[in-house]
């Protein structure tokens, strides 16, 4: 058996913050997985560390399953984002060690391919509709078949979703939580003249997105996604907050337009009752947040029931280990959406070496056994954590809202 010597937490911020567990075995296969969970990162570093790694050493690399249940059932706090990426990463590292040693890309360990590559969405942003759009077209260009764009709201001084800079979105963005100001009904007169605007200049054979970012009410939603059905948009994103599922039976009393939930769901229990009853019709749980591949695949197969397709959570936030499993599981489930794919910076893919590809607006994981992605930790060791928080958002009044 493959037997797991030692695992090493590697905390690293080439550009924004990273945890990556390093599981070893006895004949010096080792495995990558991606920890990461934004703005609260030493705590699954620490989950890890101090709890998780002393029990896998000894362990059987090979019994993926039966270490996950072991981590899950046997921490007796169940679910939870600190608990799920950690448990996540460790399956992640597994499935990377049992395709090192099958000489196997991970993806054909799952079933092999469904489909020859997987569509993914990038961002346009911009402070304005025009800015907006001129970053939509470039990303046509480049080959995109589906965008997400966001805009500035007029009279705001900042929304969520639009970035210094224009190619390369981080939310968190300072040491201490930045406050934006926000208000819906500006926000809902802005959105549909995007799209509009969009439409004109794009055309129709691309796909358009967007993400509400839990900012509405069901109601709110509901004339929203009316507004929006002209456009025919690919999804609305996190319309509401997601906590009270009954809500979404009101958006889809109203609306529709497709509806896509799940990058903060950590379980299958939190998108259970969404899909079952048919509430949405993208599911965004991912790797690293939703307990590895495994949990993914379980998650995915409960989708297929409901003809619910994936949509993995891809931001930047999520390490290139994360991308990567990703991309595997997308090209082997048979109900696939779509990936969301923010490019990581040159100073990241430095420290995380791949062999996943872009071409003409897909992606692809590679033929490299395992997941295709390795860790440079002398230079990972140049970066040093940098304490990083994601912004809060307060209405004029200064009520706290959702960020
Ligand atoms: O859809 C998305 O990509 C966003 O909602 C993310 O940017 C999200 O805000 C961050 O990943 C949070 O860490
Ligand atoms: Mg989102």
Redesign the pocket.
Known sequence: MPKIIDAKVIVTSPGRNFVTLKIITEDGVYGLGDATLNGRELSVASYLQDHVVPCLIGRDAHRIEDIWQYLYKGAYWRRGPVTMSAIAAVDTALWDIKGKLAGLPVYQLLGGASRESVMVYGHANGASIEDTVAVALDYQRQGYKAIRIQCGVPGMASTYGVSKDKYFYEPADADLPTENVWNTSKYLRVVPELFKAAREALGWDVHLLH?I?HRLTPIEAGRLGKDMEQYRPFWL??ATPAENQEAFKLIRQHTTTPLAVG?IFNSIHDCRELIENQLIDYI?ATVVHAGGISHLRKIANLADLYQVRTGC?GATDLSPVCMAAALHFDLSVPNFGVQEYMRHTPETDAVFPHAYTFADGAMHPGEAPGLGVDIDEDLAAQYEYNRAFLPVNRLEDGTMFNW
């Open positions: 993400d970012h994103e996190d990058e965004r959570h």
